[in-house]
Structure formats: structure tokens, C-alpha cells
């Protein structure tokens, strides 16, 4: 049995392998936890999005398949997006050969059975690929790769071989995905055993460790964070050159504890944002007037200091 890996490591792993990974919204808390467990987790499941522009489907679902529909989006370029952790409506029912192929890391993975009494939502990571799945759409080579890199990823992390990667047509009778060209219109069809042996070529690779990268501060203007602070989201978008400024005062309150990671973080000094740096105010003695939210020069530099940027007046 393995136990999933936490938001964190799910980031850290991917990033690791190469993958360009971004975060959407509350992913890290998004989940279907309260319908049942997550784990122990055993393998991946590859799916196609049977259509286009997904991204938003996939976290928020439908009325009668809430969401998230999967753990990663993964877009045409190859950008894997997270949308959820923990308990996601992905796979449904699975039958228990095919179950058991996966916990057994078998090279062979059989025609599925027509009963399905295995819960795949709770032993399972998935990643929905961006398709039609009309068997004329074809995945890019980046957006191939990247699922390689994508289920990799997951079986490095858990010491798992490639066996532990299923197609949600190999674990259903009920679903055809994933399906459609590979690389280019006239290209091979999608075909998981081949699918598993690149991920088991990329499993040979050890990750390049990227080189640290130079330290560089970054400079925050206080009157642009104060104008964001005392305008109008329109006055603020007008005056654009103040929505880095305010997003890295942003990503400070994060690590401050202050404001949610993924949700607060577009440059917008709302009132989240506002309440937030009142609450970082008042831990630095400030009370009243002077703990309204709007940053002042003493506050914004002492935050600065311990989270990266310079002030500038």
C-alpha cells in the first residue's frame, strides 16, 4: 500500500521530471473526501477530456459528477495543471482483474470484466489530457511527453514500474479514453502498452537537478501598493504596473499564513488581500487606523525583508 503524496510533493515531484506545472484555485483543499477515502493508492489512470477548453470542467464538474474531475489537467502545450487533491471523481468503478494487474505491476493488462466492484476514485491518481476523443483529434508531441513525464513522475515517487500506469479503457468497459493520433493528425493511435514503455524509458532517466539560480530581490513600490491599495480594481488595472508589485506583496502574506495559496494571487489588492495585510499588521504591534489594511512604508519593508523584496517609496 502506499500512502498519496501531499499537495507539496505532487508539485515537487512533477516539477523534478520536467513537467511545467501550474496550480488553479483551492486545488490543494479541493477534493472528494467527504464521499469516502483516498488511498491506500496504487497506480495512475490516463484519461482524455472528450472535448475542449476543459480546464474549468475539470475542477468544478457537473451537477451530477461534481468535481474535481481529476488531480491534473494537462493542456494541448503540455502545462500540467493541478485541480485537485485527494478523493476526485476520475475513474469510477473498476473491475477486478484490471485492479489487479495494476497491484500486481503485471506487464499484461486484460480485457476488463463487466463487473466493476473495485472504488477507482479512491485507489487512484488521474490526469485528464485535453482531446476530443473523437479518434481524429491527436496529442501533441509536448503534450505526450509531458503525460509521460506526468505518470513517471508519480511512479518514481512511490517506487512503482510502469505497470502501475492503466488506461481508463483498460479498467472499464464503459470508457474508450484515452484515444485519438499520437504526435500528429496521421500519427499512431494512442496504445498504452506503448504508453508504458516511454514512461518505463523515462523511469531509466534520472532527473536532471536543476542548477540554483541566482538570488534576485525584487523591488516593490509602496506608492503602487498603496494607490492599489486606496483604488478601484478598474483604477488598479489601469494603472497596471502596480499588479506585480501588489502580487508579490501577495505571495508574502501566503507564506505569512494570511491568504490562501492559489486563490489570492492575481494582483488585485481586494478585500481578502486588505484583511489579510490588516491581520499581518496586527501582529507587528499595530492596532486601529494603523492596522487598516493599506500598507504603510515600516510594515511593508519589514515584510519585504523577511519575504524577499526591497521597498522603494
Given amino acids: 500500500m502506499a500512502i498519496p503524496m501531499t499537495a507539496t510533493q505532487i508539485i515537487r515531484s512533477l516539477q523534478d521530471e520536467g513537467v511545467d506545472v501550474r496550480e488553479y484555485r483551492s486545488w490543494r483543499t479541493h477534493n472528494r473526501n467527504h464521499r469516502g477515502a483516498w488511498g491506500p493508492v496504487h497506480g495512475v489512470v490516463i484519461h482524455h477530456t472528450a472535448g475542449t477548453s476543459s480546464l474549468a470542467l475539470c475542477y468544478e464538474g457537473t451537477s451530477a459528477l461534481p468535481g474535481p474531475l481529476c488531480h491534473t489537467h494537462l493542456s494541448k502545450s503540455g502545462v500540467a495543471t493541478m485541480v485537485g487533491h485527494g478523493r476526485a471523481n476520475h475513474a469510477g468503478g473498476f473491475a477486478e482483474n484490471a485492479h489487479s494487474a495494476v497491484l500486481n505491476e503485471s506487464s499484461t493488462h ?4 463487466k463487473a466493476e466492484p473495485v472504488d477507482g476514485n479512491r485507489y487512484y491518481y488521474g490526469i485528464e489530457i485535453e482531446n476530443r476523443g473523437d479518434g481524429k483529434d491527436w496529442y501533441p508531441a509536448a503534450q505526450y511527453d509531458a503525460a509521460v513525464r506526468w505518470a513517471a513522475a508519480i511512479c518514481r515517487y512511490h517506487g512503482w514500474t510502469a505497470d502501475s500506469v492503466i488506461g481508463h479503457k483498460e479498467g472499464t468497459t464503459r470508457k474508450i479514453d484515452p484515444r485519438g493520433p499520437v504526435g500528429k493528425k496521421d500519427g499512431p493511435a494512442w496504445d498504452m502498452d506503448a504508453f508504458r514503455a516511454d514512461v518505463a524509458k523515462r523511469l531509466t532517466v534520472r532527473p536532471a537537478t536543476p542548477a540554483p539560480k541566482p538570488t534576485v530581490k525584487r523591488i516593490v513600490s509602496l506608492a503602487a501598493v498603496v494607490f492599489a491599495a486606496t483604488h478601484s480594481e478598474a483604477e488598479e488595472r489601469a494603472y497596471s504596473k502596480s499588479l506585480d508589485d501588489v502580487r508579490a506583496v501577495q505571495h508574502a502574506l501566503i507564506a505569512e499564513g494570511r491568504l490562501a495559496p492559489g486563490t489570492y494571487e492575481g494582483g488585485i489588492f481586494d478585500i481578502p488581500t486588505k484583511n489579510a495585510y490588516a491581520a499581518y499588521q496586527r501582529t507587528l504591534g499595530y492596532d486601529g487606523v ?21 521597498v522603494v517609496a
Avoid: I, Q
Fill in 290 to 310: 494603523d492596522a487598516d489594511g493599506v500598507p504603510g512604508e515600516s510594515s511593508l519593508k519589514r515584510l519585504g525583508a523577511k519575504r524577499g523584496f526591497t
Fill in 110 to 113: 486484460p480485457r476488463p470484466a
